[in-house]
């Protein structure tokens, strides 16, 4: 059995069932939503897990409804929200309804309409690198940064290599690990995919889309829309409603280009083991653009799951010079200067590699950041150099 790890999400989780009548704790499969419901206390847990669970859903979704109560895998039984907003127009309460799902509920418009006004969505995304440790704190270190890192580096490399999935983070035989992601893949593919999208949905195009995400990145590209679906191949169309469909899965995350069109928007899996078992390596060390990729995938993750745990809204966006330099992340919270971040190898990267980085936080008043092997981080100029850890 996986050890069980404390999530800082459950604080947001048990907060919001405070207020709301209902709320949403949506994330990819096996992420750990079932684990961390499953220890809230005076709530009855349905799971739609079941075949006859979800036929009586179906048929009948007040028979399964018994408020307070956890409905797990709601998505698979509409009918059950039209009978939640009933409920809860009748009775308005905190706390009534815990709902989970794979797939968000946000993209599909029947559930919508029947959630809005009345429920929270949270989304929780993989451990972080932090919580693999058990280094739970509430200070953020995604919005300002530790200048000592907590995470030694032997176990940030650790957690590149096997990622953050509750039943993968501590797995130490490559053939576990293996296995794992390949059914894990398949269930993407051919079981949740057929809800994020209903009509004609392929797999094999799925499972291709997810392939040319990783060969791209191997090759030490970025998998912008036009390369995928170069890629891949097909009509326009139904490639990308497969792709919105690997991201309603939320398998896939999408950093849009702050001052570009969303042909330049990328696409970057969820986790770095699950990039690893695409491209079916099992260590990031051997190859540079492979390594890079995993940093980056993970610092990604980083920075959603903290907006998730802040209950801030964040918007993920990267940019890249003519000349091909990147800035690999840049947020901004509310009115405050964005943050530019970049990811290198080098502990001490030459002037020319800081050079696009820093005009930008020169041209927008921002924060420069570049994340490198180093073991200390140091001031270059106006841009702050950081081990990788500091955001950890």
Known sequence: MPPIRLRRIQLQVSKAAKFWPAICLIGPRQVGKSTLLRSLKDFEYVTLDKIEAVELANKNPNAVLSPPCIIDEAQKAPPIFDAIKVDIDQNRRPGKYILTGSVRFSKRTLIRESLTGRAKTVTMFPLTCAET???VGLQSPWEKAFDKPRVERKEFLRY?????MPGTFAVRKESEMASYWNAMIESYVFRDLLIAVSKNPRPQLALGIL???AEILAM????????????TGGTRSVFEKHLIGLEDLMIIHRISNRYGTAALDIFLPFDSAFFLSL???SNPLHDVAIHLACIYITLVNEALADASFCDRSEKLEYAESPKGELVHLITQTGNRPPVFRKISEEPVPHDYHLRFLSALAT?????????TSCEKGFQEGAIRVMPWECVL
């Open 133 to 135: 440790l058990e280094i």
């Open 220 to 231: 030490g590209e970025l998998p912008t829309f036009s390369r995928i679906l170069k890629k």
């Open 211 to 213: 392939n040319a995400i």
């Open 160 to 164: 590149l290599k096997n990622g953050g």
């Open 279 to 281: 491209l079916k390596v």
């Open 363 to 371: 041209r927008e008043n921002g924060n420069a950041i570049c994340l």
